[in-house]
C-alpha cells in the first residue's frame, strides 16, 4: 500500500505540524512529571507521554520528515520501556529525554527553512539508555483471524470483489482502496448498513488504551461485520503503525467513533456507501449538500470521540471528515479582526449621536442603533475570546524553566502552578513572558536557599515556588511566592547605598515597602557575582518597565527567612478599555473603569467638612476609611475661566479653594477672602463649591481624584502617546471619543506617582490619630461642645454646652444687689447671680465692662447664673483633657485652645457646689430673716 | 404494522408517533415504562402470533425498568424474542451501545430524532 497522495500531503502540512507542535507542547509537562513522580508514575501520565511522542512520530511520517521521525522512534523507544515497567526515569533519562525533547521541537521550529538538524547526540544519548536491548514496536501477540482479503487482484476472479474508495479528505485514507468480498458488501448495502473503512492505529488506539487486537476485532464484530482487514499483513511490519478495514455496522460514525475508541477522523464512509445512500435519503442529502456544496479545503483538528455525538446520520456522511469544532487561524488574522473591531467600536460611538438624533422623527433609527450596539458587541466579545489563551499556556514552560536552573545550581525547587485555566488576551501574556521568567530565575536563584541551608533552618529540604493566578474585577492578579530566604530590607538599603542610588536623606524618610521597592530601581543588584541566571541588575527594572508597559503593576512583599510574594496585576486585555469619562475646567479626560472603585459627589458645605489635611497631603474620610485627594485640576494645572454675565468676556478663575486658603493662608488673606465671601455679593458657583470625587484603587490603597463633572462610561481604544509627550506622567494614551474629540486617558498609576502620594505615611498618620482618639475615647467618651467663657480678664472656663440651658447678656446696670448677692430680673422672676471667684480661687469679677454675660447651669433646683465678661466661642473637640489632681473642684481639667488655657468645669461638681452656695444664702437669709421677726 | 413506543416522556412518544403515523405506520401502542412495555408486549403475545408487535421502539433511561433491561428481557423470551428492536436514546455510553448490539438491535437513533432520521433508521431496520 504505496502512499501516492504525497501532493496532497504537503498542501496538509502545516496541519500536520500544528498537530505536532500541540504533541509537543503536551509532551514536555508530561516528562517533567514523569521525572518528579520517579518509580511512582500512574499510567495515564506515561501513556499520555506516550501517545504525544507517538502522535508526533506519525505525524512526522506523513509529511515524510524522517529526521523528527527517527529522533521521536528514539525517545519512544526509551517511553515505551518506562511503561512496560522496566525502566525507572531517573534525572539522567529525563535529560536526555528532555533534551531530545527540545531538539525535536528545534527541528519543528527549522521545518520550513530548510535547515538540517544535527540529532545524532541526541539519538545516541537516547539509544545509551536502552543499552543493547533496543526492541522495536509491534511485537504485539494475537491469534484472532481476521477475514482478510489481499489486494493482489490478479489471482481473484474480478466479478467477486468491488472496489471500495474511502470518502472525504483525511489523509489517513489518501490513495487507499479496499477490494471486498462483493457478496457480503452487497448483503450489506441490502441491509441499510453503513460501510466505513477505519484505520486503527496500534499505540493511540489499543496500546495506549490497553486494547489487544483481538478486543477490537470483538468490539467490530458485535456492531457489525469485517468486510476487510489488512491487520495480517501489517504484522510484522515495523513500520505500521495501524491497519485498515472496512466494516459494516448500522451505527452512525459518532457513535462507532465511540464504542470503538477511535477518533472520526480515522474512519470514514466508502463510494458505494454513497451512491446508495444517496438515493436512500436523497431528501436529507440533498438538503445538505446545499449547505455543503465542496468538501471544507481546510483539514479539520483530528476531535476526540465527543461525547455529545447526538446527530443523525444524515450529518453524518457528509461531515465524516468535518466534525471539528477547533479551528486553526493564523493570530495575525485575529490581530487584524481585532484592531478593526476596535474601529467598529468607535465608528459605532460616533454613530450614536446622530442616531439618537434622528430617533425624535424617525423610530426605526433606535432599532437600528439597538441592533447595532447588539451586534458590535457580540462581534468585540467574541474577537476578545478568539485572543484569550490560558495562562497555563505560558505557566506550563515555567516547569521546565524552573527545573533545569534548579539542576543547574543544584537546588530543590518544586513549582506549583494554581489557576492555570484562567484566560487572558495572548498580547499581554505575550508580553508577561519575560517579566515572569526573571521573577521565577529570582526565586531560584536569590529566594530558595541552597539544600543545605534550608535544612539548616529547619525548613523543609526541597523549596516550594508557587504561582497562583486569579481574575479579580476584570484584573488578572498573579502572584509568585516562594519559601526561600526573602528579602533583607538593610540589605537592600545597604546595596543601594553603595551603588549611589539613594542618598543618606531619603533612606531617612523610607517606609519598609520603599526600601524593598529600592530593587526596581534600574541598575541594582544584590549578587556579589554575576551568574549566568542572575546578577547582572538588569533584572527587576525591566520586569517593573514590563509589567507597567501592560498598565499593570507589581508589588512585593517579604519576610526575612520566610519568603517572598510578587504580586503582580494585569488588565485582561489591551485593546478596548471601559472608561468613565470626565471633565475638569474645559477639558475631558478617560478614566479606566477598572480602577474605579466608588464616586462620591460632595455638595456645597460637605467638601470643607469632609477633607482633612493629614501629613501635608489632602484626605477624604470615608466611613472610617481616609484616603488622598488629588485635585486634577491641580494636578494638570488647569485654569478656570468664568463668563462674566452679560459681556461673555471671560475672565480667569482666581479664586482659590477653601482649603487652600486653609493650607497657606492661615493669616490675613483668608479672613479677608472669607469676609468677601461673607458679604455674598459674589454669587458665582465656585468649582469647589461642589466636587465629584472618583475613588481610584491602586494595589491596596485608595485615592480620590477631584474632577468637575461626570460624563458616560465609553468604551474606548487606547492609542499611544505621541513621542513628543510620551514622558507625561499622568497620561496614559489618548483616545477618539464618539464625538470625534481626542482626549486622554489619564494614567493612575502615574499620577500617584506624579503627586508623590504618600499612603503610608497617611495611614501611620491616621493611626496615630486614631490611637491617640481610643486612648482619649477610653479617658472620656466621645466628642465634646464646650462653651467657653471668659471670667475677668483672662480666665477661661468650659462647660460642656448640654449642661447649659441658656446664655443671656446683661447690662451691668439691671443687675440687682443685696449685700453680696447679686440678682437680675428674669420673666418676672429674680434670679441669683454667681461669679466663679465664688467657687475658685481666681481674681475677683469686676464688673467694668458695658456688656456681661450669664451663663445659667441646668439641673440646679432654682435659677441661678454664672456671670461672664465674655463668651469666647463653643468649640466641638476630642481633645484629651488633662487632669490633674492639683486641679481645685469643680475644675475637671485643662484644655489648651488657640493660645490660651481653658479650665474645663466638671458639671456635677459645680452643680452641687452651686447648692450648696444657694442652701448657705438660704441659710444666711434664714439667719438674717429671723432676727427682723 | 404493529408498533410499540416506550418512553417515560410523553412529548417524545408524541414525536415518534407523528413521525410513524406520517411515515405510513399507524399502529401504534404506547408504553410509559419498561414495565409497562414488558406486560403490554406479553399481553399482546398471550392473544396470539397476529397481534403481537412487529417493532419496538424504546428508550433506554426509564426509571424502573431501563430500554436495555427491557431489550434483554424481550431477547431472553422464546416466544418475542426476534421482536425488531430500535434504541432511542440520548445515551452514547461504549459500553451499553456495545451491549445492544451484543444483543441485537435494528436501529440506534440518538435523541434528538427528525423524521428523515428516523425514516433512515427504519429503512436500516428492515421496516420500511
Redesign the interface.
Known sequence: MSNDGHDCLDAMSSEFIAEIKDDLASLEPALLAMEKKGAGTDDDLINHAFRSIHSIKGGAGFINFKELSSLSHAMENVLMRVREKTLVITSDIADALLTGFDKMKLMVERIGKGEACDYEKEKIALQNILNPDKKALGSLASTTQFPSVHKDSDYLPAEAYQVLKPLGTSTIFQGHEFLVDKKRLDHALA???FIYAVYVRFETDLRARNKGEDAIVD?IQ???DILFSDLEESRGQEEREGFFCVIST???L??LS??L?IGKTQMTLVDRQFADYET??K??SSRVAKDKPAPEPVEPVPAEPD?D??????ESILSASSTAQTLRINVDLISRLMNRAGELVLARNQLRPFLAENAKENSLASGIMQNLDMVTTDIQEAIMQMRMQPVIDLMGKYKRVVRDIARRISKKVDFILEGGDVEVDRTVLEKLANPLTHLIRNCIDHGIESPKERVGRSKPETGTIRIKTSHQGGQVHITISDDGAGIDPQLILSKAFEKGLVTEDQVDKMTQKEKIALIFLPGFTTSEEITDISGRGVGMDVVKTNIESLRGRIEIDTVKGEGTRVHLIIPLTLAIVPSLIVSTGAFKFAIPQVSIKEILYLEKGTVQNQMENIAGSEVLRLRGRIFPVIRLRTLLGIRTYIEATGTGEKEEEKRKALADRRQDAVGQDAIEDSKKRMQKKDRRRHHWDTTYVIVLKLGENLFGLCVDALYDIEEVVVEPLSEYIRHLKCFAGTTLLGNGDVITVLDIQGIAAFSSLKFDSIKTAEEKRNEAKEKEAKAKGEKRNLIIFCSGKNEYFALELKNISRLESLNPGDIHYTGHLKYVEYKGHAVLLFSMDEFLPVNEFELTTDEIFAVFPKHISSRVGIIASAIIDTIETDQLIDRDDTCPEPVLGKLFMDGRMVQVLDPDKFAEMIEEKLMMTKGAGASRENPHS | MKILIVDDKASIRATMKIILVHLGLSDITEAVDGEDAWYKINDEAEKGREHMFELIVSDMEMPGMTGLELLRAVRTSPEVGKTPFIMAT?V???QI??ET??LG????I?????A??V???L????IL
Open positions: 441491509g441499510q448498513k468490539d458485535s456492531i457489525g448500522i451505527l452512525d459518532p457513535l465511540q464504542v475508541e436512500l435519503v431528501g436529507v461525547e455525538s447526538a446527530q443523525g446520520a444524515s | 440520548t452514547t455510553a461504549r451501545i456495545l448490539m451484543r438491535i435494528q436501529a440506534y440518538i435523541k434528538p430524532f427528525d428523515h432520521t425514516e433512515l433508521k429503512k436500516q431496520a428492515g
